[in-house]
């Protein structure tokens, strides 16, 4: 295993909690990658500079050139939004500074806004790890849709039932101007 330590010890079952994890050095390489993230980005190698393959955003719209450990240790408490380089998978991370060696731990899961980026990205909900409410997002996201989408329907339902009563009571004033002229 490319960890130390107790996370060394325990790397099958870390791996399983943050599939989507990366572990890197002091100087910003890559030491240990999780499952899903290496299958979404099998060109990351340990040891690669982790800017070669992602760019690091500030609030989600300003790109930096590159992180530091001196500015990931100043924002241990924001997120930190990564997006591929390769493709549009967006990553949003919790970063730990551990010591002894010198090492930065990332976790966190993809920025999912809606069922179908799972399937552009080629991921399905067993990539997440239960703990992840990103699965429960995306439920919350579906059945809001389905509702919409529902809800569209009984309004168009409704004004074409609205014409419809319409139409007819036209017809039947109509009518009764014909019946009163003919008397």
Same mark, same amino acid.
């Given at each position: 295993t490319r960890l130390h330590g107790s996370l060394a010890s325990h790397h099958a079952q870390f791996a399983q909690l943050f599939p989507f994890h990366f572990l890197l050095d002091a100087n910003m390489c890559v030491i240990d990658t999780g499952a899903v993230l290496e299958r979404l980005c099998p060109h990351i190698a340990v040891g690669d500079d982790i800017h070669k393959h992602f760019t690091y955003f500030r609030q989600a719209l300003v790109p930096m050139t590159r992180i530091t450990p001196? #500015?990931?240790k100043n924002q241990l408490h924001t997120m930190f939004i990564f997006k591929s380089t390769t493709s549009n998978l967006m990553l949003r991370f919790q970063a730990m500074? $551990?010591?002894?060696p010198e /090492?930065? !731990?990332?976790l966190g899961s993809p920025w999912i806004r809606n069922s179908s980026e799972l399937k552009n990205l080629h991921l &399905? !909900?067993?990539d997440f790890a239960v703990h992840d409410s990103t &699965?429960? $997002?995306l439920h919350v996201i579906q059945t809001t849709n389905l509702s919409l989408q529902e809800i569209k329907k009984l309004s168009e339902d409704r004004a /074409?039932? #609205?014409r419809e009563l319409q139409d007819a009571y036209d017809a039947t004033l109509k009518g009764w101007v014909r019946a009163l002229d003919l008397r």
């Open positions: 001196e #500015y990931i500074a $551990l010591p002894n /090492r930065y !731990l990332f &399905v !909900l067993h &699965v429960d $997002l /074409r039932a #609205y």
